[in-house]
């Protein structure tokens, strides 16, 4: 079971980190960023698959959600719309919900930072949406080339998302810890006079091109 320190630990460590600790996978793609940079969130995913310019199934999705988890919304990709805005942002606070990623558009974005909500997108649209379309709660999505399985983790902040496998959590904390202590290491030898072509050893490349 994957516990809060562990959801913790993710959340500080951050999205780059982690992609690159869990063999540069899990990355959604550079189009889904925060409304608001200063956000971070982390959470397991409880997954949403919508219909586009239709936000039904998030009225839904939003009283099935538990605290601490995170509104994972494949809604195609579909820009003329905002199934997202300032009246289910309260709705899923209150809940205790740890914030939204959607595959298209939101709205109210100046009273969604206002409160606070970290919420990932493609964009705003100001558009409405009907409320007339079932869709899919707790089912596997697809939001670029990645794959989203309930209950994932969802790790976000500036950098972008980047996705945990929930049985690959505890892997990914170790490597992304060996990871950050390497990179403290480097930072140092930096501040002491060395250089990264001499810490990546990638002195041996630069001579094949004639570089150095």
Not at 13 to 19: H, K, M
Not at 35 to 44: H, K, N, Q, V
Not at 178 to 206: C, P
Request: proline share 5%; net charge negative; hydrophobic share 45%.
């Amino acid at each position: 079971m994957i516990t809060k320190e562990q959801i913790q630990q993710l959340r500080a460590l951050g999205s780059a980190t982690v992609y690159e600790a869990q063999g540069a996978k899990g990355a959604l793609d550079h189009g889904m960023k925060p409304i608001d940079p200063a956000s971070r969130l982390a959470g397991p995913a409880l997954t949403v698959d919508a219909r586009p310019g239709d936000n039904l199934v998030l009225h839904y999705a939003v009283l099935q959600a538990k605290p601490g988890d995170v509104l994972v919304v494949d809604a195609k990709a579909f820009m003329e719309a905002g199934p997202w805005g300032d009246v289910l942002t309260v709705l899923a606070m209150k809940k205790g919900i740890a914030g939204l990623v959607v595959n298209g558009c939101v709205r109210d974005a100046n009273t969604i930072i206002d409160l606070g909500f970290p919420v990932f997108c493609r964009g705003l649209s100001i558009k409405g949406t009907g409320k007339h379309q079932p869709g899919k709660v707790n089912v596997p999505i697809v939001i670029g080339d990645v794959l989203i399985h309930p209950g994932d983790i969802i790790v976000g902040d500036r950098d972008g998302l980047a996705v945990v496998a929930q049985s690959e959590v505890e892997m990914t904390i170790a490597s992304s810890m060996v990871r950050e202590e390497k990179e403290q290491k480097m930072r140092e030898a930096i501040e002491n006079g060395a250089s990264t072509v001499e810490l990546m050893q990638l002195d041996t490349i630069l001579k094949q091109y004639g570089m150095v």
